[in-house]
Antibody
Framework: QLQLQESGPGLVKPSETLSLTCIVS??????????WGWIRQPPGKALEWVGN???????YYNPSLKSRVTISVDTSKNHFSLRLNSVTAADTAVYYC????????????WGQGTLVTVSS | DIQMTQSPSSVSASVGDRVTIACRAS??????LVWYQQKPGKAPEVLIY???TLQSGVPSRFSGSGSGTDFTLTISSLQPEDFATYYC?????????FGQGTRLEI
């Protein structure tokens, strides 16, 4: 059964870089049928797609975050990563990683999520 | 970008009630519509994909319909475990976008 697990610091200072990794287990990240993505959810607010990556390295980003976001993949370690630079309090959110079907573009399964707080 | 608008933003209902949640896309998305259920402190879970296909393991009291720009999620007879927040998401094109959510309360 495929599982995803986010890891990374829970507290980041304003203007610094948020870095998270999603470890994929129970399946290969090199599948041609899936993207691997990040979604975030500020406390009490709606879900927001951040971006996703294909195993080959092709990326798609939310235009509202594109200038600050980098998603990368390491197929040898079966994980992918998110970097968001120049963070502000508005970037405080639960960050989820998930698998995305190339054909249908739905997110399943999801990681459990990790809360990242931006504060000095 | 395709905007997804859900209505209502919240709804109060009772066990046994029939509830319908609407989702409207700002432009046509064919049937590339997904519904999720999210409970507090948990990740969302897929209920329905391609507008009307029930995800494996999801109770048959959930159903979805629509195509183009207008979609609905219906719960035929509410159970206690259904009180949660529901989101629609379009998968027609990037950027992927979600609705603002509908909170289903007792």
């Amino acid at each position: 059964q495929l599982q995803l697990q986010e890891s990374g610091p829970g507290l980041v200072k304003p203007s610094e870089t948020l870095s998270l990794t999603c470890i994929v287990s129970g399946g290969s990240i090199s599948s041609a049928n899936y993207y691997w993505g990040w979604i975030r959810q500020p406390p009490g607010k709606a879900l927001e797609w951040v971006g996703n990556i294909y195993y080959s390295g092709n990326t798609y980003y939310n235009p509202s975050l594109k200038s600050r976001v980098t998603i990368s993949v390491d197929t040898s370690k079966n994980h992918f990563s998110l970097r968001l630079n120049s963070v502000t309090a508005a970037d405080t959110a639960v960050y989820y990683c998930a698998r995305i079907s190339v054909a249908v573009r739905w997110f399943d399964p999801w990681g459990q999520g990790t809360l990242v707080t931006v504060s000095s | 970008d395709i905007q997804m608008t859900q209505s209502p933003s919240s709804v109060s209902a009772s066990v046994g009630d029939r509830v319908t949640i609407a989702c409207r896309a700002s432009q046509g998305i064919s049937s590339w519509l997904v519904w999720y259920q999210q409970k507090p402190g948990k990740a969302p879970e897929v209920l329905i994909y391609t507008a009307s296909t029930l995800q494996s393991g999801v109770p048959s009291r959930f159903s979805g319909s629509g195509s183009g720009t207008d979609f609905t999620l219906t719960i035929s007879s509410l159970q206690p475990e259904d009180f949660a927040t529901y989101y629609c998401q379009q998968g027609n094109s990037f950027p992927i976008t979600f609705g603002q959510g509908t909170r289903l309360e007792i």
